[in-house]
C-alpha cells in the first residue's frame, strides 16, 4: 500500500512560501515512515546555491521527536569534508538556524531542540492525514450487529508501545478477552523478536501470561493504520485506541485517535495523561457524561492502564437497560464528533495553527541569517587544498562548487555593503 505522504509536504511548502514569499526547503522522511537520518532528505531537488540562501524545514511530524537518538547519528557531507552535522542537517547555509516541524506538545525534546540550532514549529499534521486517510468514512452508515463490546487494534508493541503487551495481559486478568474484536503479535514486525526475548525499557510492561494462548495472532502490516475495517466497526460498540505514546510526559495523537471519530464510534482513549484535554482544544467532546474519563489524569502510566481496564470491565457489567441508554448517549457525542472531523471548522483550525505558528518562526529564523559566519565557514574551508581542488573540479548542482561559491560571496557582499 502506498501512503502519498508527499502531497502533504508539498502543501507544508505552499503554505510556507506563501508566507515567506520565496523559497523554503522542505525535507522528511524519505521513504515514508523511515526514522533513519540518511532518509530525511529534500522535497525537490535544488541547486546547491538556492540550498545555501533559504531557509529550512524539516520535518519530523509524523513520529515522536527523539533528540537524543539523532544527536549521536554520525553523517558524512561532501567528500572530502567528512564533516558530521547534528542531528538530520543536511547543510550549513546563511541561516544559523533551521526550522524544526514537529506534533508534539508537552515535550522536553523540543526544548533541547530550542536549546540547538533549531527552531521548532508546532501544528497537529495527523489531523490533516487523517482526513485524507478516512475521507470515505464521510460516506458510510454503519449498521450496528454488534457481536463484541470492544474493539482493539493491537499490533506493533516495540519502542513506545511496549505497554500494548500489558495491556493484553491486563485483558486476560479481568476475563476482557473474548468480549474485545483484537489480536496480538508475539513477535514484533520491525525487529522480527518474541517478546519473551524483548529487553523491555520498562519491565512493567513485561507480561508474564502466555498472550498467544488467549489472543489470536495478527499479522497485518502497520501500514494497517492508514485504513480501516466497515466489519470490525459494525459489530462493536466501543474503540480502545492504543497510542503511540503512553509510558511519557509528552502529548502526540496520531490518526489512530481519529479513527473512531471518523467512523462515529465512541472510544477509551489509552494514551498519555490530558490526552483527552488535547482533544477537547480541537473541539472534540469526549465521553465523561456517559462513563468516567478520570483515567485521563492519572500521571502514572500503570495506574493508568488499570483504570482503562477497570473502565472497560465496569461497562462490561452495565445492564441490558443502562447499556442501551448508555450507548445511546455516547453515540449521540460520536456523531457530533465526526460532523466536527468533517467540518471545515476543523480543518481550517489546523491549518490556521499551521500558518500561525509558520510566520512565527520565519520571521526568527531569518534573523538568525549570518552572512559573516556563512563567509568564514568557507574561507576556512577553501583554505584546504583538497578542498579547494573538489570544489573547483566538481559541476554537481546538488553540491558545493566554486562558481556557486562565488556567486553567493558576491550576492553577500552586495547585501553587506548596501547595509
Known amino acids: 500500500m502506498s501512503i502519498p505522504l508527499d502531497r502533504l509536504y508539498h502543501f507544508i511548502e505552499s503554505v510556507a512560501q506563501e508566507i515567506f514569499q520565496d523559497r523554503v526547503l522542505i525535507y522528511r522522511f524519505y521513504p515514508h515512515g523511515s526514522k533513519n537520518v540518511n532518509d530525511m532528505v529534500i522535497l525537490k531537488d535544488e ?20 533528540y537524543d537518538y539523532y544527536k549521536t547519528v554520525s553523517q558524512l557531507t561532501y567528500e572530502p569534508f567528512k564533516k558530521p552535522l547534528p542531528h538530520f542537517l543536511k ?5 544559523e538556524k533551521v526550522l524544526l516541524l514537529h506534533s508534539e506538545k508537552q515535550s522536553v525534546n523540543v526544548k533541547k531542540y530550542q536549546q540547538d540550532q533549531f527552531i521548532p514549529v508546532y501544528w497537529w499534521s495527523h489531523a490533516t492525514i487523517a482526513l485524507d486517510w478516512f475521507r470515505y468514512a464521510k460516506h458510510i452508515n454503519l ?26 495481559e491486563l485483558l486476560v486478568q479481568k476475563n476482557l478477552q473474548d468480549l474485545c474484536q483484537t489480536s496480538i503479535n508475539p513477535v514484533e514486525p520491525e525487529s522480527g523478536i518474541h517478546y519473551n526475548q524483548h529487553k523491555f525499557k520498562n519491565p512493567a510492561w513485561n507480561p508474564d501470561t502466555v498472550l498467544e494462548d488467549y489472543f489470536s495472532i495478527n499479522t497485518t502490516p502497520s501500514y494497517y493504520s492508514a485504513d ?17 505514546l503512553f509510558d511519557d510526559d509528552r ?6 485517535s481519529l479513527r473512531p471519530i471518523a467512523l462515529t464510534q465512541p472510544f477509551i482513549l489509552a494514551s498519555t495523561a490530558g490526552s483527552l484535554e488535547y482533544l477537547h482544544s480541537y473541539g472534540f467532546k469526549t465521553f465523561g457524561a456517559v462513563w468516567d474519563e478520570s483515567y485521563d489524569a ?4 500503570e495506574q493508568r492502564l488499570v483504570a482503562i481496564v477497570d473502565l472497560m470491565k465496569q461497562i ?3 445492564d441490558y437497560s443502562t447499556r442501551e441508554r448508555k450507548l445511546t448517549q455516547a453515540r449521540a457525542i460520536a456523531d457530533y464528533n465526526r460532523q ?4 471545515q471548522e476543523f480543518f481550517n483550525q489546523v491549518v490556521n495553527e499551521l500558518t500561525t505558528n509558520l510566520t512565527t518562526s520565519l520571521v526568527e529564523v531569518t534573523n538568525t541569517k549570518s552572512f559573516q559566519a556563512w563567509l568564514d565557514l568557507w574561507g576556512t574551508h577553501l583554505s584546504n587544498p583538497d578542498v579547494l581542488n573538489y570544489v573547483a573540479n566538481t559541476t554537481c548542482f546538488v553540491g558545493p562548487n566554486l562558481a556557486a561559491i562565488n556567486n553567493i560571496k558576491s550576492i553577500i557582499n552586495h547585501k553587506l555593503n548596501s547595509r
Open 47 to 66: 541547486d546547491w546555491q538556492i540550498i545555501q540562501l533559504s531557509p529550512s524545514l524539516y520535518c519530523n511530524d509524523q513520529e515522536p521527536l527523539d
Open 91 to 95: 547543510n550549513r547555509t546563511v541561516y
Open 143 to 168: 449498521k450496528k450487529q454488534s457481536k463484541k463490546i470492544f474493539l482493539v487494534y493491537n499490533r506493533a508493541w516495540s519502542g513506545t508501545r511496549e505497554y500494548r503487551l500489558r495491556f493484553a
Open 228 to 244: 480501516f475495517d466497515i466489519d470490525n466497526y459494525n459489530a462493536t460498540d466501543v474503540e480502545i485506541v492504543l497510542e503511540t
Open 251 to 256: 502529548i502526540h495523537l496520531t490518526e489512530k
Open 298 to 301: 492519572i500521571k502514572d502510566p
Open 316 to 318: 462490561v457489567e452495565w
Open 340 to 343: 466536527h472531523f468533517f467540518s
